[in-house]
Structure formats: C-alpha cells, structure tokens
C-alpha cells in the first residue's frame, strides 16, 4: 500500500498493492464509466433510495438518466475539487 499524494499536500489516496491506480482516481474513473455504472445499477436498481432521488429533482424514470446524471455529476465534482484546491492553494501561498 502507498500513499498517493493528489493535491499538493492538501489531498491524499491509497494505492493498494496490485493496483494500477489509486482510489481517488479509480472513483472518479468507475463514475465516469457507462458500462460499469450500468452494472452497478442494474445489479443494485432495487436497493436504491428512489425517494432520494425524488427528493433532489433527480430524474429517475430510466436506468439511463440515471447513469447519464452520475456520470456527468462525477465530472463536475472532480472539477469541483480541483477548483477548490486551486483556491485554497492560492490563498495559503500568497498569505
């Protein structure tokens, strides 16, 4: 196991022995991939909080908007902590 570092001193993933890619990176590229989260939710579609969803205006008349929302949400949340980090690392720099 190793310690990856993903952001400069400010966020960290494990890298398990064996493995090609940190968890960090493997999250966000098991989000963005169609195939798997189309397994994931056909396997899971049961077990899922419908109400969830519902209750944040998250469409979930198919499999598809699913998928399509998880995978596009996957791109902004990664961008979104790359944009956090840069502004935190500007600020805690430039002070």
């Known amino acids: ?3 990856k570092n993903i952001y400069h001193n400010r966020i960290f993933s494990i890298q398990f ?3 090609d890619m940190d968890e960090y990176n493997l999250a966000f590229s098991l989000w963005r991939d169609i195939e ?10 049961g077990v899922i909080d419908k109400d969830f ?7 979930i008349d198919s499999l ?3 998928i399509s929302w998880v995978a596009k949400d996957a ?5 979104f902590i790359k ?13």
């Open 1 to 3: 196991m190793e310690i």
């Open 17 to 19: 022995d064996g493995s």
């Open 36 to 45: 798997y989260l189309s397994n994931y939710f056909e396997r899971n579609f």
């Open 53 to 59: 969803w519902r209750e944040n205006n998250i469409p």
């Open 64 to 66: 598809d908007e699913i």
């Open 75 to 79: 791109v902004l949340l990664e961008k």
């Open 83 to 95: 944009k956090l980090y840069i502004i935190v690392y500007l600020k805690t720099n430039l002070i």
